[in-house]
C-alpha cells in the first residue's frame, strides 16, 4: 500500500521559474489558450498541487494542475498559489491518477502513461496497480496495452504521441484487431480526422485483412477513407483547401446541402461552402456508418453525417445523409458527385438557411426560433 501522504494545510505563492512539469502530463494549444483566457477573467480559484523535486534541491515537481501551470505561464505570471505535499514517486502518480481521473481533458492515454509508471517503478504487477488506483486488473492491462499500439518505426514519435492522445482506451482495443502495423496507424489517423466512434471503428477494424499483405482493394479503400477524413477535418477546420484538393477539376458537381437543392460545379460549390462557414460560429461533424463500395475506377460511399452547428447563441444538431461518388483520374481517386440529405427534415438547418440565398446570420436566428 502507498504511504501515508502528509499534506501541508497552507496554500502558498511559489515561483513558477521553480516549477518542473511532469512528463507524463499532456496539453493541447488550444485547450492552454482557453485556460489561459479564464485565469485572467477570474483569477486562480484553486491551488495546484507540488512536492518538493526529488533530485532538484530548491526545486518543485507538479503533481496535479499543470495545465493551471502552462496557463500561468501563459499568461506571464512570476508565481501560483501552490499546496505542497510530502509524496514519494508512487505516492505523487496515484495522487496525479486520482485527482485526474474524472476529469474530461484527461484522456486514456495520459491514464495509460500513468498506470504503466507505477507498472515500472518498483514492478507492481496489473493486480496490486489496480488494487492502488480502485480499478479492475481488465481496466489497467487495457490502457496499458495501448502504449503497444504502434511499434517503433510506425510514424514519427510526435505524430504517434498526438495520434494516442486522441484515441479512446475502445478505440484502441478495435484497432489492435488490425495485425499490418502501418495499416493500424493508417487506420487510426483515419479515425482521429473523421470523428470516429467506437462501433464505426470496429466495423473497419474487423473487415482489414489478417497479416501483412494489403490488397489492392484495401489499398483504395484506405486512400478513399484518407480522403473523407481530410472532408470532415477541413470542415471541422473551417479550411477547405485540404477538402478540394481531393475534388476532380473536370467532372465534378454538388447538390446544394441546403433547399432549395441546386447542382453546382467545383468553382461554385468552393463559393457557396466557404459562405456556409464564414456565417456560423462554431461548426463539428462527425460520422457514422460509412459503407464504401468500389467497382474498377469507381466507388461510392455512404456515411451520416452528425453536425452541430452554432448560429449565435443558438446551437442546432442535425443528422445528414450523405453519398460521395469517387472515379480514378490520372491512377488517383478524385470525388465527382457528392449528395446530401436530411435524416430528420424537421431539425435541418437548411430548412431554415434555404429560405434566402445568401441568408445572414441575425436573420436565419430569428428564422430559428419560429
Known amino acids: 500500500m502507498p504511504q501515508t501522504i502528509t499534506r501541508c494545510v497552507v496554500v502558498t505563492k511559489v515561483p513558477i521559474s521553480t516549477i518542473d512539469a511532469p512528463a507524463h502530463r499532456l496539453k493541447t494549444d488550444q485547450e492552454i489558450e482557453e485556460l489561459a483566457r479564464s485565469l485572467g477573467r477570474h483569477g486562480q480559484f484553486f491551488p495546484i498541487r507540488l512536492r518538493e523535486h526529488p533530485s532538484k534541491p530548491g526545486r518543485y515537481e507538479v503533481i496535479f494542475g499543470n495545465r493551471r501551470l502552462a496557463a500561468a505561464k501563459r499568461m506571464g505570471w512570476s508565481d501560483i498559489n501552490a499546496e505542497i505535499v510530502k509524496a514519494s514517486d508512487e505516492d505523487a502518480l496515484i495522487m496525479a491518477f486520482s485527482e485526474n481521473i474524472d476529469r474530461k481533458d484527461f484522456s486514456d492515454y495520459e491514464k495509460a502513461l500513468v498506470l504503466h509508471k507505477l507498472n515500472a517503478l518498483k514492478g507492481k504487477t496489473i493486480d496490486e496497480i489496480a488494487a492502488l488506483v480502485n480499478k479492475s486488473p481488465s481496466y489497467v492491462s487495457q490502457h496499458i496495452s495501448m502504449l503497444r499500439l504502434f511499434p517503433d518505426g510506425v510514424g514519427e514519435p510526435e505524430e504517434v504521441t498526438g495520434l494516442l492522445q486522441l484515441l479512446s482506451e475502445r478505440h484502441a482495443r478495435a484497432l489492435a484487431k488490425i495485425d499490418d502495423p502501418e495499416e493500424r496507424f493508417s487506420t487510426a489517423k483515419f479515425a482521429v480526422k473523421a470523428s470516429l466512434g467506437v462501433r464505426e471503428l470496429e466495423k473497419i477494424c474487423n473487415r482489414s485483412p489478417k497479416g501483412k499483405i494489403r490488397t489492392t482493394a484495401q489499398m483504395n479503400e484506405n486512400e478513399i477513407r484518407t480522403i473523407i477524413a481530410d472532408m470532415m477535418a477541413g470542415l471541422n477546420s473551417k479550411d477547405l483547401s485540404q477538402f478540394f484538393r481531393h475534388i476532380s477539376k473536370r467532372y465534378f458537381t454538388m447538390f446544394s446541402r441546403f433547399p432549395p437543392f441546386n447542382k453546382m460545379r467545383r468553382e461554385e460549390a468552393m463559393d457557396y461552402l466557404s459562405n456556409i462557414l464564414r456565417q456560423i460560429s462554431s461548426y463539428r461533424v462527425k460520422i457514422e456508418d460509412l459503407d464504401i463500395k468500389i467497382f474498377q475506377n469507381f466507388a461510392y460511399a455512404t456515411f451520416y453525417e452528425l453536425h452541430r452547428i452554432g448560429i449565435l447563441s443558438k446551437v442546432v444538431k442535425t443528422r445528414t ?9 490520372d491512377g488517383t481517386w478524385k ?10 427534415p424537421s431539425e435541418l438547418l437548411g430548412s431554415i438557411s434555404g429560405k434566402l440565398e445568401n441568408p445572414e446570420p441575425a436573420t436565419i436566428k430569428r428564422l430559428a426560433v419560429q
Do not use: D, L
Not at 445523409?321 to 483520374?329: D, L, Q, Y
Open 321 to 329: 445523409r450523405a453519398t460521395v461518388i469517387f472515379a480514378k483520374e
Open 335 to 344: 470525388i465527382v458527385h457528392e449528395h446530401w440529405s436530411s435524416a430528420n
